[in-house]
């Protein structure tokens, strides 16, 4: 059929841009000391905005992984099919060492170098990111038994993907993955009922269920179980040394809300071959390690997706026109748009702030440490919760265009809640600063001594700093509270690093908004008198320029 008329006002495709080209996130490399990973990560940033890299994470997720429990003849396999476009996804991944590969990298920052070009490639599909972020906070955890770290550290901090159910040895580099959650206790890991029977060769079998297991299709799995000695952390290969297949038995992949690319599975053990990781008793505090690994790339994750969505809600708003003008030209456009960038930039503070606590604390200094213990619980719960409200907005930006499946908002806005459940829930996470608060005390006075740095720049930050204090100090209903308090321990951060570093415009909408009280319930009801122009600008990517 012909077209009876010409249609103008479209707005062009969101590809052909650097998803590097962020002024806050290459400030925060700079002040880590990883400048010199910049132009590697505007490369990534480049394949990141491209329409090639946007079609792949989108059939990615239209034809999610699927699970193959037998082969022809009827042999158990338990193998995962994917898309193609989810190997170029993990391969580029691995390939730019977004997995272990900090862990082998004696450069300083390796490690915020590692977190920004995970929070550029997160732009382009999350799914994939599970198995990365595995694989990377496996690390730590396999340092409990130096034996397992120098067979394994190699192969998973390789630059090499090399996907296929082989045995560990043969392979030019790994995947891990994790495996905890089980039917009866859900975050309560304590409540697990897998057993592991001690070998006369030294080696565990182990027999129980696992609710979710992450990346099943991965090469080797941490998981926790009941040894004779209390509750235990084990590392079991998906094949053996004499090539067979480890006793590991995927019933069924879950139907999840989002996060499609990604496989997640119930697995049984049936007499699996497991590896004691640490001590026998000391199962939780050794696989805490891999989750505050976890817990970072979450935050990371979120804040990616913040960005995202601010960019393309921003876009839109520019190349849009409605009553007589370009949407982003009209007040209260701005006063959302405005407020989704303010959004963006405080997450992205806070979690490359983390980062680079994260490569402090490994070089040894003890005051990081206790920042970054404390400061990931604040961080994971607050980021992770901001994250859906904002894809909602940023959604609402494109009006029923970004309700229609082939804007991607609503692959973003299903992704959005996965990384506030991922390693402990809200409650979880806030109860965890609590936790951390109560075994170290002195992680709080770091904490405070973080937000100090900034003391007298602005007299919002001021007070709502002295507010907090107060908090602290109050035992009254903590529990019950918990959540608003580490609340305002987020707000008081983010707040703390947007005035030290931050665009002046930013900070001054952050600090008059979140922490001045002159802020609606919505995204959008910014106070008047800030300099707009300046805070969108911070969002201005090449191809809205």
Sequence with gaps: MPPTHEVTNQVPLPYG???????????????????????????????????????WGRLANEHPPVLRTHDRFGNRIDEVEFHPHWHDLMRTAVGHGLHAAPWRDNRPGAHTARAAKFYVWSQVEAGHTCPVSMTYAAVPALRATPALAEWLEPLLAAPEYDFGLREPHTKRGLIAGMSMTEKQGGS???????????????SYRLTGHKWFTSAP????????????GGLSCFMLPRVLPDGGRNRIQLQRLKDKLGNKSNASAEIEYDGAVGLLVGEEGRGVPTIIEMVNMTRLDCTLGAAAGIRLGTTRALQHATHRRAFGAALVDQPLMRNVLADLVVESEAATAVAMRLAAATDAA????ENEALVRRLGLAVAKYWVCKRGPAHAAEALECLGGNGYVEESGMPRLYREAPLVSIWEGSGNVAALDALRAMAKRPESVEAFLGELDLAAGADRRLDTAVAGLRKELTDPTDLEYRTRRLVESMALALQGSLLVRYGSPAVADAFCASRLGGDHGGAFGTLPAGLDTAAILARAATPVLR
């Design 217 to 228: 299709m991965s090469d080797l799995f941490l998981t926790l179980a009941q040894a004779p």
């Design 17 to 55: 841009h650097d998803t590097a080209d962020d002024p806050g996130l290459i400030e925060a490399l700079h002040r880590a000391g990883a400048g010199w990973a910049e132009p590697e990560l505007h490369r990534l940033g480049v394949l990141a905005g491209s329409e090639q890299a946007a079609e």
């Design 188 to 202: 309560d890991v304590r409540a697990n009922t897998t057993t592991a029977v001690p070998q006369p060769d030294g």
């Design 362 to 365: 490994l070089a040894g200094n």
